[in-house]
């Protein structure tokens, strides 16, 4: 029996889609109105938590592509500085995790002890190499039991080559950048005119044109959030600028790096009430919402709905596919994890380091509305479950 060229084209869609595990429906930036698909807010944001660095080396901009390229709403990033007070995207403060800085003889000599967050750290700090020598290093994957064939290929970017990648993006792609341990930036670099980190910082994002409050005409246009573990910085940043804020909690035990508050003082309804005049959200780590024993999840905590009752929002940390990183509730299954934190606890928005599976996974279960005569692959995908679905009842 000749075949159709319809049906031919379908299978062939069909194997494509097997093959790379990518969606039968396009992502929005496959969509071209002319203008480009603006940013959903329909449904809790999909953060891309250092990029896909579940895939590709963190903070690199090859793993913030392939973030946007598989959904990503936000791409997040940590920002620290050189030597020579370039801001660069990198999370910890020293080179020694992600960097093939041991490889650099020339560089040997660099390796220092400072104090961060009340603790004695030793390594090579960014703060001691020029913007030209943290380039020269290449970054590597965090986790051994990741990807590793991505290594040594991509080098450390900057603030404002990671701003372009999102005002690059086929759609509008919201940054959520990070303010990264200011009391030891700021201790250890100097800008001029008594210029501190927080000012450079914001400098940026105005100068590429980064500006209004939540939900406004220019912040829709240009979204990001603006996010730190430092209460003070925080507050600073407050009289820069309106975009929004979001504070960072940490695990119980640690305090905040800038004022020694404990997680108890700075969860508590008072300090809620005053933090909501500054942020328009919270950053918790996950486990200290849900507690966990024995990698069992414990029942869990009001902070998600007395946070909402200050009109926060909720952006937990941070969403990992690795059996791992799942708790034995959720059967090795990070489908079941994204459903349970926001079907059931009610999260605005996630930080993850699989980017293409919490898309994926908020495809399926709440698919955007798209405009109307747009019919696209996932009304097919759609009618293509109803037929199936009919075969497996008879």
């Known amino acids: 029996m000749n075949s159709s060229p319809c049906v031919v084209a379908f299978l062939l869609l069909l194997l494509s889609a097997g093959n790379d595990a990518r969606p039968l429906y396009p992502l929005p930036s496959k969509t071209d109105n002319g203008l480009r698909q603006p940013l959903q807010t329909s449904r809790p944001y999909n953060i891309a938590h250092r990029g896909s ?46 960097t093939d800085i041991a490889k650099h003889k ?38 051994p039991f990741r990807d590793q064939q991505y290594n040594g290929k991509f080098s450390i970017i900057t603030f404002e080559e990671y701003i372009s ?21 700021n ?30 005409e220019d912040w829709v246009k240009q979204p990001a959030f603006i996010q730190s573990f430092a209460p003070t910085s925080l507050v600073y940043v407050s009289n820069l600028t309106d975009l929004p804020l979001i504070f960072l909690i940490d695990d119980v035990t640690i305090p905040t790096q800038d004022t020694n508050q404990t997680y108890w003082e700075i969860t508590s309804d ?27 999840m414990q029942t869990p905590t009001d902070i998600i709905a007395r946070a909402h009752a200050h009109n926060l929002q909720v952006h937990p940390y941070t969403y990992r596919n690795e059996n791992m990183f799942l708790h ?9 994890e994204y459903a349970f934190w926001i079907h059931k606890m009610g999260v605005d928005g996630l930080f993850t380091d699989f980017t293409g599976s919490l898309h994926n996974y908020q495809e399926l279960s709440s698919p955007l509305v798209r ?9 097919i995908l759609h009618k293509i479950a109803m037929l199936v679905s009919s075969y497996k009842k008879a």
């Not at 990648?165 to 930036?185: M, Q, S, T």
Request: glycine letters at 6%.
């Open 328 to 336: 034995f509730d959720f059967h090795q299954d990070p489908y079941l």
């Open 53 to 98: 660095n579940g895939e590709i080396p963190e903070e690199t901009a090859a793993a913030y592509e392939r973030a946007i390229e598989e959904g990503a709403d936000f791409i997040e990033t940590d920002i620290l500085s050189s030597k020579d007070g370039v801001l660069i995207c990198f999370h910890d403060v020293t080179l020694d995790a992600t």
């Open 106 to 143: 020339e560089f040997a000599d660099r390796k220092r002890t400072y104090e961060v967050q009340g603790v004695n750290t030793t390594g090579f700090f960014t703060v001691d190499f020029t913007l030209e020598e943290l380039k020269s290093l290449r970054v590597n994957q965090r986790y």
């Open 165 to 185: 990648i999102a005002l690059d993006a086929k759609r509008i792609v919201g940054i959520y950048p990070e303010i990264k341990n200011p009391v030891l930036i």
């Open 187 to 216: 201790e250890h670099v100097k800008w001029s005119k008594g210029r501190r980190f927080e000012d450079v910082f914001v400098h940026t994002l105005k100068k590429y044109g980064y500006k209004g409050s939540y939900m406004s």
């Open 270 to 296: 008072k300090y809620f009430d005053y933090i909501k005049n500054y942020v328009v959200g919270i950053g918790p780590w996950k486990d200290t919402i849900v507690p966990v024993v024995d990698n069992y």
């Open 371 to 379: 405009k109307d005569g747009d019919r696209n692959a996932t009304d």
